[in-house]
Nanobody
């Protein structure tokens, strides 16, 4: 079982920045698409951003476009999510995901995955 470990969450004020990390325990981590989801309390898990296997292509939800930046370091088997100009609406548990079935392009919808890491809580106050 590939393990996903999210870290870097915290309590911040509106307008501040934070960087999340996702460590992947897989030798094939550098060859698969990866991404971030988030789940606000009481709501469905939603897509945030994805990145292809070499980092050359990224995609973002409209709600975070221009504020969040996804990146990866394949040598470290780690993915990042730089979050700038945070808003209270960004408050959620953030999860990372990997997908070996998309030919390295990105990730599918959240209902496609059965295994999730523990996530990391991000709370933004106004």
């Amino acid at each position: 079982q590939v393990e996903l470990v999210e870290s870097g969450g915290g309590l911040l004020q509106s307008g501040e920045s934070l960087r999340l990390s996702c460590a992947v325990s897989s030798r094939t981590a550098a060859t698969v698409g990866m991404g971030w989801f988030r789940q606000p309390s009481g709501k469905e898990r939603e897509f945030v951003a994805s990145i292809n296997w070499d980092g050359s292509r990224t995609y973002y939800a409209d709600s975070v476009k221009g504020r969040f930046t996804i990146s990866r370091d394949n040598a470290l088997q780690t993915m990042y999510l730089q979050m700038d100009r945070l808003e209270p609406e960004d408050t959620a548990v953030y999860y990372c995901q990997r997908d070996p079935l998309t030919n390295g392009v990105g990730i599918r919808g959240p209902k496609e995955y059965h295994y999730w890491g523990r996530g990391t809580q991000v709370t933004v106050s106004s």
